[in-house]
């Protein structure tokens, strides 16, 4: 037996050939696996509250085996899709997701103490979910686009950063939610939060009582970035202003994110990219000042 003959032998165990590809049989069935465990725990956590409230003990665990099958169906579906229709609309579904995380401090719902999700009635979700996917999306398509490229900064590190910055900066773009990671600030680390709140549920603490921890962080920079960003032009640069405050303290060189700016908002026109690398700039300005 020739050496291709053993590796494609050796690949049909790892294999099962479909109409549009083929199916990785490790990964689906560690897939499986890993939602099987999960229901298994859910049943021996819940099973005893579940009694209590309804009298059937797998209520809890029935009703999240129905939404782990329809997952796995959904799962299912979308493997169908040729890869080239991700790839195309990689940057699309970004700005989706980007733009839902937006309308959260406006109009989202509070479920867990926590503004997280939106509500449309029909049907309610978490925007950094989708964001998730997003991510992945476009992440992989500009790989695919500059494989040769992947060592360099300006291919292989600041279109990461900038996207995962913006994502970053939309999901803690107020001062509660950056108190609820304090436990995982370092020492010497530095708290970067908007100084104006989005007071959208009813038991939001006084914003004397955050204002007083936030104070007692010895290093932080608190800026109202709505107002920057309508300075520079537009409000809807606030998460930019955020950036660019974050700039100082991630360990990549302004210069490059700048430049994945660039790269990212260069198809909305020469104008827009100037917008936001006034806005990125405005909030760097404002950390480095707060820095002396």
């Known amino acids: 037996m020739s050496h291709r003959e053993k590796q494609l032998k050796k690949s049909a165990v790892r294999v099962v050939e479909s109409d549009l590809g083929v199916i990785d049989l490790p990964y689906l069935l560690l897939t499986l696996l890993l939602v099987a465990i999960g229901l298994l725990v859910l049943f021996s956590a819940s099973y005893a509250r579940a009694y209590y409230e309804t009298k059937n003990a797998a209520s809890v665990f029935v009703n999240q085996l129905i939404f782990a099958v329809m997952g796995i169906g959904v799962m299912w579906l979308i493997s169908r899709v040729p890869y080239e229709w991700y790839q195309k609309l990689s940057l699309l ?19 867990g103490g926590a503004t997280r999700w939106l509500d449309f009635g029909f049907v ?41 910055g913006i994502i970053a900066v939309l999901l803690s773009l107020e001062p509660m939610e950056a108190l609820r990671y304090l436990p995982y600030l370092k020492k010497d680390g530095w708290l970067v939060t908007n100084s104006q709140p989005f ?15 936030l104070e007692k962080l010895p290093h932080k920079v608190v800026l109202d970035v709505e107002a920057i960003a309508k300075e520079v032009g537009s409000v809807r640069a ?49 950390a480095q000042s707060m820095q002396k």
Do not use: W
């Open 93 to 111: 579904i970004l700005a989706a997701s980007i733009g839902l995380l937006v309308l959260v401090p406006f109009i989202g719902t509070e479920s």
């Open 124 to 164: 309610s979700f978490q925007p950094s979910e989708i964001a998730k996917f997003g991510v992945i999306c476009s992440f992989a398509a500009i790989m695919a686009a500059h494989t040769r490229d992947m060592k360099t900064i300006r291919y292989g590190v600041a279109p990461y950063v900038v996207i995962l």
């Open 199 to 213: 007071i959208n549920i009813p038991n939001y603490p006084e914003m004397g009582k955050v204002n007083e921890e």
């Open 238 to 286: 606030a998460n930019i202003v955020m950036l660019g405050a974050a700039a100082p303290f991630i360990g990549i060189e302004y210069d490059k994110i700048a430049d994945g700016i660039r790269r990212i908002f260069g198809r909305k026109g020469e104008e827009i990219v100037e917008m936001n690398l006034k806005a990125l700039k405005a909030g760097y300005d404002v």
